[in-house]
């Protein structure tokens, strides 16, 4: 139970004191009214006794009665029988005293920690309450360290005190029966004595006469108490003492009492304060009085009572109207019954709460004018206080003694006869009991009446005035005794009020001698409620045992005993006992926190049949923090809504909105028709509360925004062109955010700034971010351009089962302007604020947006499908510069029913009822930081900005479109294409660059070796992207047609940024221009992903935005076509027999070309139309194809072989300028050729050049920072890299080789000519290279090493010291001897050496025999050198050498003359260098016989 303000011990005492009556003259009420009070109210604040009392028991024991308190009433006749329940008139009394206690709404919450959870109450006070921990608790910090503790309900000791002050009294019990009655006369009488005597007759007729069944009286001789009203103002004291002695004399000094009262004057009442003690008890109902009440029913016209019930029909009368929505809802268990007869707040005032005051003067009403005991002074207060304690000590006390130990004695009397006789003798004497109904009722009944002289009767007489007088031990004796005798007769409501009593003093006894007996009470209650049928005294026997029970710390039997006592003919009961029971729950050793909740739960349910709208508000609330949180979905719905009609019902708007917008906004579990209700429910009192507010927009609940998703686009949506044209893809919300995407994005604009601001990157540089969203840096208010709108992407999220439908959707902002511009004079009311906003033009939609800043868009319908999550655009058009601040969206919420057709007119009346306008605010939380300690400790959250952006002054706005753009492409096909750009904007651009991720893509060509084609699409059709030439008159196919020398410089834009060659470099506004754009297949087949970044300035400098940049990114699938392999090798013939009219050695490359393209492109052949050279030092210039086929055709899977002459370029040609040239040469195949040195061949060469570049010098210097650390010094490694790179540089060849080819393919019955071009890098002699590149090899991974290691043995790379000589054998292909003359054949041969490096060489000739490769083992070797066979010799650099050998057959046959060994090593190096060097082909030669 709750905490009580009284103890159980007070609590106890209280329930049972001494009754005392009175009798007033009408003088003496005349007197007593000068204070605002009757003689009973003036001496209720006085009746608890502040001194101990003494009585003597039977035994002639002290006993000493401590902090006895007496309770003084009018005597109020009633001839009405008792009754086993409480009025109608009671029971709206009590409902009145409960409604008017209610929690004070401003008080702190005390918050009580259980368990996990922290319970929260809005009492008075807070202690603990548990008998091993009495101590009170002051402060908050306290309660939440205590494990045991309970919050106060006042209004529960209210109804307690007044119910038990209200039971009737009853035939089975005497304790609420009148011990004395108090004779009150004025001094101002003309005869007091008379007056005295008719008083005294009045009490002695209502007494014995019989007519009156109320009051009771306690014995039949009454102790009769006369007092002496004097009025110090107005009668005269002399008269007054007299009158008083000559009642000592008549009554005795014990017997009578001169009260003196009134003493205060006027004059000092405004100079002294006297305090009121009578306004506290004047406020509670005293409604002891049966008849009284029933009487106050029909006369009260302005009572509570009438105030109750009207109340009560207007309330009922206000939920009639809204059954269109309340009965919608689905039944419940706990669903809220209709409003019963209850009273409210407001009719409080008009309470008269006392009865018997309304009665007699029901002018005068609790609360009016004047103040209570206004006559009376301080020492007055002593005097009322003094006689109340002559009157107990001398008059009451003495008397009770005096009657217990005549009981006492009757009771020793009869001890000495035995219980049979006893019994007997009273069934022949008439003693017995006299049965009040037929004699057909079974005995356990309680309908049989003892007589009241029946000796049972009198034992519990002698137990009650015991009780009275704190005298528990002899009470609980008797007690005791008498319920023997009463089970024994089956009297069984004697039976339970004896074991009620005995129970309750066992409890008080001090020491406690026995323990509590709580069967005692359960059987008792148990008999009033089901034998006896007598709820009443059922719940005050509940209402002790609980207390008690709580007392000890059995909270768990406390509780079960309140439930119980819970029934369906008292609601307002139940619901006091349910809570209690709940606060039982919470204060057990291990608190049950769910079942305090579920029965604060049942309690509130309780109150509000009750009619106690708040009691039930405030249990509803108390066990929503319970279930709050905890996934119990459907119980918080419950309470939220419950929780919701009862805000609604008593006027607290705020919190019934704020209860609905949970039930709608939680994970909830109900039906798609329950959720429904719920929507409509709250769209009505959502309505109701919010329909004249006219200030702002408050917040909805639905839909759920989810703020991290926002997205924020700035700029126009593109759009894609009509017919052939082709828009950039650029930035659009229906794209997915890619981290990796918005990397390379963000480089690629880093090269384009580094290059206007020559290879710098300023340190203010932000990316541009088009779009915006949760990964994205928004640390930095984003920058916007005024009069280019700013599109907001919400993301709605329909949590319920039900349709919504949203209208008038738009977004909420807030805007700063940077300042009136100065074309604008007159000032407006809208310009001279700081901060301009929307919210007040959406209070109504339709009203007139704030154009003039910004313009808002309004989507009119916004329809939501049950648990649907949909995206909404909501667009802002900025019209002046300055900070924006889109703080939320602003829209009209409406329910949709399932299967709701389009509404005819009055269906759309009643819909716009049910329609809400209200917002929701944007709120985003930034990213979490973690940079410092405190981020990391702490949980911080940076900013995000992404919805405030800055509106900056106009910037050009560019639209790219690409014509002719293919999808498809062979890998190498060169395809022309046209760009079109065009500025949309009114503000002039410059600037224009691009970057691309692919750069060796495509090509814008070069002013100086662009050809002059066609600029239109439409005038180029048919046309070769290449620039070509008709082949000269005699020229012969494979021979060199021309020879170019072309800087590289003349190809500008080889870096990654490219600029873009628009005539002027400017774009006025609305001008639009167009340009080729060559494009090359990729060489490696598949998808490319190829992305484009457009840059471009505004003319005008200083702008916030530096640039503006314009994605777009094409998807190209490459097919294959050719593979090309070429290789290099010497030429065999010696140079003084090689040369030709060029004058120089050659080389011989060999081209081997396959059609490794499918079938599925319908390419049908491929054609090698020309093969071209580009390189500094060599160039090609020959076909010595023994085929004469003008060009060379493969079909699928075809391969042909080319062999070619190269050779070295003229040194002046080479060096005859500063500036690195290469020689392009043409070697045409058909009958057209085609300039490779000019645009597009040449742009792709030097672009696929310098990417093939990039990648070598980042392998070469990631080796050679690798392998710095260790030969840095070791100075043999230097020799060795010298003679490394000596035989490098005498293999290097360095040529490319540039195939063109056309592919001829059916597509749509048509036949088309596709063309393009193949690289091959040769770079050394002996080495073959690919057209394709071949997959790079992981590098192995290097261990770190830690200690130094001797260098390793050096190892010759022996591919390169193996071609420092060349040699050639010189000898007659045939050769005839006569071997039948002469047997032996000796042939001279010369062997030519030649030294192609440029150190001097050490060579060591060996021609003996020791070759076993199996060309040699072909051919028959039977001969063999003669004369000198090993020859040592040194050669200069280049030096060619010749040596005559002769080679001897001893028959005819053919034979390989290549056998000689060389062996060759620079000079001065020691032996271990010398390689053997590469020989050439076999030298065959053929011995004839003659």
């Known amino acids: 139970m709750a905490q009580c303000v009284q103890s159980v011990l007070e609590f106890v005492q209280d329930s049972f004191v001494p009754m005392v009556s009175v009798l007033c003259s009408e003088e003496a009420e005349r007197v007593t009214r000068k204070n ?54 009671q029971r709206r009394l009590l409902n009145e005293v409960v409604l008017s206690c209610q929690p004070q709404d401003n008080t702190v919450a005390n918050m009580i920690t259980a368990g996990d959870y922290d319970l929260h109450f809005s009492d008075h006070s807070v202690k603990a309450s548990t008998p091993w921990y ?75 006469s019989g007519e009156y069944t109320t009051p009771k009286w306690f014995i039949p001789n009454t102790l009769k108490y006369y007092v002496l009203l004097h009025d110090m103002t107005e009668g005269d004291e002399q008269r007054a003492d007299t009158v008083y002695e000559d009642m000592k004399q008549r009554y005795g000094p014990q017997g009578c009492y001169l009260l003196k009262m009134n003493s205060r004057t006027f004059s000092a009442e405004e100079d002294e304060q006297i305090p009121d003690p009578w306004s506290q008890y004047l406020h509670k109902n005293n409604l002891h009085n049966q008849d009284m009440l029933d009487d106050l029913a029909p006369n009260l016209n302005s009572s509570a009572v009438e105030n109750d019930v009207s109340a009560a029909e207007v309330d009922h009368h206000h939920l009639t109207k809204k059954d269109g929505v309340f009965n919608s809802l689905e039944n419940h268990p706990l669903q809220l019954d209709s409003v019963s007869s209850s009273g409210s707040l407001h009719t409080l005032s008009a309470v008269n709460t006392d009865p018997k005051k309304g009665a007699r003067d029901p002018e005068n009403v609790v609360g009016g004018a004047g103040s209570h005991g206004a006559c009376l002074t301080l020492n007055d207060h002593d005097h009322i206080r003094q006689f109340i304690q002559e009157f107990t000590f001398r008059g009451l006390l003495p008397h009770i003694e005096k009657n217990i130990r005549q009981l006492n004695d009757q009771l020793v009397s009869r001890k000495g006869l035995s219980r049979s006789l006893f019994t007997a003798t009273k069934k022949w004497f008439g003693g017995g009991k006299v049965p009040e109904k037929s004699i057909s009722e079974p005995k356990s009944t309680c309908g049989l009446l003892y007589p009241p002289e029946a000796p049972e009767l009198q034992i519990r007489k002698m137990a009650d005035l015991c009780f009275l007088v704190q005298h528990y031990e002899l009470a609980y004796s008797c007690y005791h005794t008498a319920k023997k005798d009463f089970l024994s007769d089956q009297a069984m409501l004697y039976a339970a009020g004896a074991l009620e009593m005995a129970a309750v003093s066992a409890f008080l006894q001090a020491g406690a001698p026995r323990p509590y007996p709580a069967h005692y009470m359960d059987t008792a209650i148990q008999t009033y409620r089901d034998v006896c049928k007598n709820m009443v005294l059922a719940e005050r026997c509940a209402l002790l045992s609980a207390e008690i029970l709580k007392s000890q710390g059995k909270y768990s039997e406390a509780a079960t005993l309140l439930i119980k006592m819970t029934s369906e003919d008292s609601d307002l009961r139940s619901a006091l006992l349910l809570e209690q029971a709940a606060h039982c729950f919470i204060n057990m050793r291990n608190p049950m926190l769910r079942k305090f909740a579920f029965h604060m739960i049942l309690a509130g349910h309780r109150f509000s049949k009750a009619g106690q709208k708040k009691h039930a ?70 309505k109701s509360v919010m329909g004249g507010n006219e200030v702002s927009l408050p917040q909805l609940p639905l839909p759920c925004i989810h703020s991290s998703a926002t997205r924020v686009y700035f700029g126009h949506e593109r759009c894609l062109a009509e017919g052939e044209k082709q828009a950039a893809t650029h930035v659009s919300l ?47 208010h984003p920058l916007a351009v005024v009069e280019e709108p700013i599109i907001v992407e919400v993301t709605f999220s329909n949590p319920l089962k039900v349709s919504l439908a949203l209208s008038n959707l738009s977004l909420l902002w807030r805007f700063t302007a940077d300042g009136v511009s100065p074309s604008q004079e007159k000032t407006t009311e809208e310009s001279s604020e700081e901060t301009i906003t929307n919210e007040k033009d959406t209070l109504a939609p339709g009203m007139t947006q704030k154009d003039d800043f910004v313009t808002t868009e309004i989507i009119l319908e916004f329809h939501m499908g049950p648990e649907e999550t949909k995206v909404a655009r909501l667009r802002l058009l900025p019209h002046r510069t300055g900070q924006l601040n889109i703080v939320g969206v602003v829209y009209n919420l409406a329910s949709v029913s399932s299967g709701e057709t389009t509404p005819s007119t009055e269906g759309q009346q009643t819909l716009d009822l049910m329609v809400v306008r209200g917002k929701q605010d944007l709120k985003i939380q930034g990213p979490r930081l973690n940079q410092t300690k405190e981020d990391k400790t702490l949980v911080r959250h940076g900013p995000d900005r992404r919805l405030d952006p800055i509106i900056t002054p106009p910037m050009p706005l560019m639209e790219v479109f690409f014509l002719q753009f293919p999808t498809a492409l062979l890998c190498g096909e060169i395809r022309k294409a046209y760009v079109e750009f065009c500025n949309v904007s009114g503000v002039q651009l410059c600037g224009l660059r691009v970057a691309s991720t692919h750069p060796d893509f495509f090509t814008f060509g070069s002013r100086a070796t662009t050809p002059l084609t066609p600029l239109s699409p439409t005038s180029s059709e048919n046309c070769s992207a290449y620039k070509t030439l008709a082949t000269p008159p005699g020229a012969q196919p494979g021979s060199v047609v021309s020879e170019m020398l072309v800087s590289a410089e003349d190809f500008t834009q080889l870096s990654g940024v490219m600029e873009i060659p628009i005539d002027g470099s400017t774009l006025q506004p609305g001008q639009s221009t167009q340009l080729p754009l060559w494009l090359r297949g990729p060489d490696q087949e598949g ?7 457009f840059y471009y300035e505004s003319s005008e400098k200083g702008i916030k935005i530096s640039h503006r940049v314009l994605r777009h990114t094409v998807f190209i699938c490459a097919s294959r076509s050719l593979s090309v392999q070429a290789s290099a090798c010497r030429s065999s013939v010696s140079p003084h027999h090689g040369l030709d009219d060029k004058g120089s050695s050659g080389t011989l490359v060999f081209i081997d070309v396959e059609n490794i393209n499918t079938s599925e492109a319908g390419v049908r052949e491929f054609h090698i139309v020309q093969v071209s050279s580009s390189s500094q030092n060599w160039r090609l210039y020959k076909c010595i194809n023994p085929g004469k086929d003008k060009d060379c055709k493969l079909t699928s899977r075809e391969r042909a072989k080319l062999c070619f002459k190269a050779t070295r370029c003229k040194p002046r040609q080479a060096t005859s300028d500063a500036v690195k040239k290469y020689t392009f040469a043409d070697l045409n195949l058909g009958n057209e050729r085609i300039i490779s040195s000019a645009t597009p061949c040449g742009d792709f060469f030097f672009r696929c050049c310098r990417s093939s570049e990039f990648q070598q010098v980042d392998v ?19 020799r060795t890299t010298d003679i490394t790179n000596m035989a490098k540089k005498c293999n290097e060849l360095d040529l490319n080789i540039i195939i063109i080819w056309k592919a001829y393919v059916i597509e749509d019955n048509k036949q ?43 190892v010759l790379p022996s591919a390169e010291l193996s071609q420092i000589i060349k040699s050639n054998l010189h000898y007659p292909e045939t050769y005839t001897h006569p071997f039948l003359q002469n047997s032996l054949c000796v042939v001279p041969v010369t062997l030519t050496l030649s030294n192609c490096s440029l150190a001097q060489v050490d060579v060591v000739i060996d021609l003996r025999h020791k070759s076993t490769s199996p060309e040699s083992l072909d051919v028959h070797s039977s001969f063999t050198w003669v004369g000198q066979t090993q020859y040592k010799l040194q050669l200069k650099p280049q030096e060619v050498l010749c040596l005559t050998l002769r080679a001897c057959f001893l028959q005819a046959g053919v034979y ?11 000079a001065e190096q020691d032996s271990m260098c010398e390689t053997s060097q590469q020989t050439a082909s076999p030298a065959l030669i053929i011995i004839n016989n003659v």
């Not at 996934?631 to 919701?644: R, V, Y």
């Not at 039930?663 to 959720?675: E, M, R, V």
């Not at 997915?736 to 384009?752: C, G, I, K």
């Not at 998808?1087 to 970044?1093: T, Y």
């Open 134 to 208: 009495s101590a009170w608790r002051k402060t908050l910090l306290e309660v939440s360290t205590s494990k045991h503790y309970t919050a106060t309900t006042p209004w529960f000791e209210a109804y307690r005190e007044n119910f038990l002050q209200s039971m009737p009294a009853s035939d089975h019990e005497f304790l609420n029966h009148y011990l004395a009655c108090m004779l009150v006369v004025s001094s101002t009488e003309a005869v007091p004595v008379e007056q005295f005597l008719k008083l005294s007759q009045e009490q002695h007729r209502i007494q014995h």
């Open 1312 to 1354: 088309l000519i596709l063309e393009g071009q193949l690289h091959v890098a040769l770079q050394t002699i002996g080495k073959e290279a690919s057209s394709l590149n071949s997959k790079e090899e992981a590098q192995e991974m290097v261990l770190f090493k830690f200690k130094s290691e001797l260098p390793p043995p050096v």
């Open 1087 to 1093: 998808v490319h992903e190829i992305n484009f970044l």
């Open 1456 to 1466: 390989n003359l290549n056998t000689p060994r060389v062996f060759a090593k620079p």
């Open 36 to 89: 605002n009070l009757n003689f009973v109210e003036l001496l209720r604040p006085f009746c608890r006794l502040t001194s101990d009392g003494h009585i003597r028991d039977p035994n002639n024991q002290v006993q000493a009665v401590k902090n006895l308190r007496i309770c003084v009433n009018n005597v109020v006749t009633s001839p009405s029988t008792m009754s086993a329940s409480l009025s109608p008139a």
């Open 734 to 780: 229906d794209q997915e955010y890619d981290l990796d995407l918005a990397a390379m994005w963000s480089n690629l604009e880093e090269q384009l700034v580094a290059a206007v601001n020559r290879g710098v990157v300023p340190g203010n540089f932000q990316p541009t971010q088009c779009c915006l969203n949760s990964q994205t840096d928004n640390l930095h």
């Open 1260 to 1278: 070469a210097s990631a080796r050679t920072s690798s392998s710095s650390k260790t030969q840095g010094s070791v100075p043999p490694m230097n």
């Open 617 to 686: 508000l405030r249990c509803y609330c108390q066990a929503m923090q319970v279930y709050k949180g905890r996934g119990w979905s459907l119980a918080e719905d419950h309470i939220n809504f419950t929780i919701g009609r009862q805000s609604f019902t008593l006027h607290q708007s705020e919190n019934a909105v704020t209860a609905f917008r949970q039930i709608l906004t939680n994970d909830s579990k109900q039906t798609a028709t329950q959720q429904g209700a719920f929507l409509r429910e709250y769209l009505y009192v959502y």
